[in-house]
T-cell receptor, first 113, second 114 residues
Framework: AQKVTQAQTEISVVEKEDVTLDCVYE???????LFWYKQPPSGELVFLIR??????QNEISGRYSWNFQKSTSSFNFTITASQVVDSAVYFC??????????FGAGTRLTVKP | NAGVTQTPKFQVLKTGQSMTLQCAQD?????MSWYRQDPGMGLRLIHY???????DQGEVPNGYNVSRSTTEDFPLRLLSAAPSQTSVYFC?????????????FGQGTRLTVV
């Protein structure tokens, strides 16, 4: 069975600090995809990144970076030099085979000025 | 460029009332689904459809009905609302039910049952 755990319920940082959001997943499949979504205070869900199970290269997009480690079943998300606009709930999700996405409980990030 | 459109955005119901949450997508996506979001629980799948005329239950289907008569529309019906159904509801679509395809979400419907 697929399962996604985001152990950090809430994180609060001061602007310009770096912050890492943890995501641990469980799956029996060898082929699967991991996703991160952002939900800002306005409520919509914004797709950030997709990673397949065969690509363990880290990804960097501006201030955002993702670290995928199959050995620890983790797909962590780091925001460098955080900004107030990064304040949101962030969801990690797992998709395998023909099953639908399974989401973690989310991590609420607050960036204070 | 509408994407996934949900209506209404807000709704208050009395216990026992019925209503339909509307969802429409204009991307010709085969796969559509409904999630509910509750504090500390992430998004949980209610019902989904892999194409017109085909629907199936997700993780938390009780109290909800769906139908898919067209590719574009996937309404969610609450037959007799209960306070436990107070939640934020999201409709999503994907090009196909393959693990690689990302989900596109509507803006959400905040439902309160009193």
């Amino acid at each position: 069975a697929q399962k996604v755990t985001q152990a950090q319920t809430e994180i609060s940082v001061v602007e310009k600090e770096d912050v890492t959001l943890d995501c641990v997943y469980e799956t029996r499949d060898t082929t699967y995809y991991l996703f991160w979504y952002k939900q800002p205070p306005s409520g919509e869900l914004v797709f950030l990144i997709r990673r397949n199970s065969f690509d363990e290269q880290n990804e960097i997009s501006g201030r955002y970076s993702w670290n995928f480690q199959k050995s620890t079943s983790s797909f962590n998300f780091t925001i460098t030099a955080s900004q107030v606009v990064d304040s949101a709930v962030y969801f990690c999700a797992l998709s395998e085979g023909a099953n639908d996405m399974r989401f973690g409980a989310g991590t609420r990030l607050t960036v204070k000025p | 460029n509408a994407g996934v459109t949900q209506t209404p955005k807000f709704q208050v119901l009395k216990t026992g009332q019925s209503m339909t949450l509307q969802c429409a997508q204009d991307m010709n996506h085969e796969y559509m689904s409904w999630y509910r979001q509750d504090p500390g629980m992430g998004l949980r799948l209610i019902h989904y459809s892999v194409g017109a005329g085909i629907t199936d239950q997700g993780e938390v289907p009780n109290g909800y009905n769906v139908s898919r008569s067209t590719t574009e529309d996937f309404p969610l019906r609450l037959l007799s609302a209960a306070p436990s159904q107070t939640s934020v509801y999201f409709c999503a679509s994907r090009p196909h039910l393959a693990a690689s395809s990302e989900a596109f979400f509507g803006q959400g419907t905040r439902l309160t049952v009193v």
